[in-house]
């Protein structure tokens, strides 16, 4: 069986540090492209990662123009997403595109209406829902388990984590700050274990509360407050239609010791689930409460010395076996664009005030 040919459209941190080394380890592709603004980049991705024969380009068009592909990877700013994965899209090929699924919600519909058209898959990088505690807490959700899910909270909380390299600041390039960064993490987990898009209302806050005050305790470094343009914390309550309410809560700088991100509890008429102390389910048994810790090591196997598959790792290997196998992917691009609506819909309540309605 030929070898799926894919391209990497920008080889910056996220693709250097999750997608092409993951997909190196599958015997099933095979990186034939590489594409950045920064050619140096480029060079050093396809040396790395690439075949012998890897081609390295400046301009997604013109790598779209010239090479027989059958996936790309989009791994560029929040701006370039939509632009980017409609072009792919549109010349015949499969689009993984990372996190958040576009600039704007407007975008983000038109991927899906393209994705649609063209009958290629597409695919947004929400990897936590691979990892070993969250697919156990979606099959105690699937299994009914915890009842009626009626209240939820979405948690993307760090004391003082600004990133302070690449674009991550600048408004116009990302879209937004923690919400739209790792906001949209937590909001995609929680949702997804709902197994919820059915949203009646948003309502929102956003802060610029610390962005302009220096931090030499910043884990990446200080922070040009200069450069800083786009929020320090974002916060939002959403409304499903079926009545339940779901607590949005991001910050990259937040005086806070009740941190944490990629996080989800749950709470349902049967029991309740968090993720805050490592997995835990609760509810109540022969009239006694009771919580539990899953084990999610290697099963308890003495001695065990093979490879625990990582999320990032399980991530791109299912999306690559749902184009062999004519599935879907895991995370379904209209799935993606609730989350890139929701988090719309909180920046514009926070703008005018009000609460914003669904249709």
Same mark, same amino acid.
């Given at each position: ?21 993951s997909l190196s ?210 916060? *939002?309550?959403?409304? %499903? +239609?079926? !009545?339940?309410?779901?607590?949005? @809560?991001?910050?990259?700088? /937040?005086? =806070? ?13 049967? *029991?309740?689930?968090? %993720? +805050?102390? !490592?997995?835990?389910?609760?509810? @109540?048994?022969?009239?006694? /409460?009771? =919580? ?13 010395? *093979? ?16 184009? /062999?196998?004519?599935?879907e992917p895991v ?29």
């Amino acid at each position: 069986m030929s070898k799926l040919k894919i391209a990497i459209i920008g080889c910056g941190g996220i693709a250097n540090e999750k997608q092409m080394p993951s997909l190196s380890k599958l015997d099933t592709v095979e990186m034939i492209a590489f594409c950045d603004l920064v050619e140096e980049r480029a060079v050093k991705a396809a040396a790395t990662f690439g075949l012998e024969e890897a081609t390295v380009y400046t301009d997604f068009k013109e790598l779209l123009e010239k090479e027989t592909l059958d996936v790309v990877h989009v791994c560029t700013p929040n701006k370039s997403h939509a632009e980017i994965s409609i072009a792919a899209l549109e010349a015949g090929t499969h689009v993984m595109c990372e996190k958040p699924m576009a600039k704007t919600a407007v975008e983000a519909r038109e991927m899906v209406d393209v994705a649609k058209r063209t009958g290629k898959k597409l695919t947004i990088g929400y990897n936590n829902r691979f990892r070993e505690d969250s697919l156990y807490m979606k099959d105690v959700c699937e299994s009914g388990e915890l009842g009626d899910v009626y209240f939820a909270k979405a948690h993307a909380i760090r004391r003082r984590a600004v990133p302070t390299w690449g674009v991550f600041l600048n408004e116009e390039e990302q879209g937004g700050g923690p919400l739209i960064d790792i906001g949209t993490h937590a909001l995609d987990l929680t949702l997804w274990m709902l197994d919820n898009y059915d949203v009646k209302s948003v309502v929102g806050n956003v802060y610029h509360k610390l962005s302009d005050q220096e931090s030499k305790a910043n884990a990446f470094g200080p922070w040009d407050a200069k450069e800083f343009s786009v929020e320090d914390s974002a916060f *939002g309550m959403i409304t %499903m +239609k079926n !009545g339940a309410t779901v607590i949005l @809560e991001s910050s990259w700088a /937040l005086n =806070t010791l009740d941190v944490g991100e990629a996080q989800t509890t749950l709470c349902g008429t049967r *029991g309740g689930a968090d %993720m +805050k102390d !490592g997995l835990r389910i609760n509810g @109540e048994k022969h009239g006694k /409460l009771h =919580t539990t810790k899953p084990d999610l090591g290697a099963g308890g196997v003495a001695f065990f010395d *093979g490879e625990v598959e990582s999320d990032a790792d399980r991530e791109a290997r299912l999306w690559i076996e749902s184009i /062999l196998n004519g599935t879907e992917p895991v995370v379904k691009p209209e799935q993606a664009l609730v989350v890139s609506e929701i988090l719309e819909a909180i920046y514009e309540s926070a703008r005018t005030g009000k609460a914003v309605y669904f249709n």
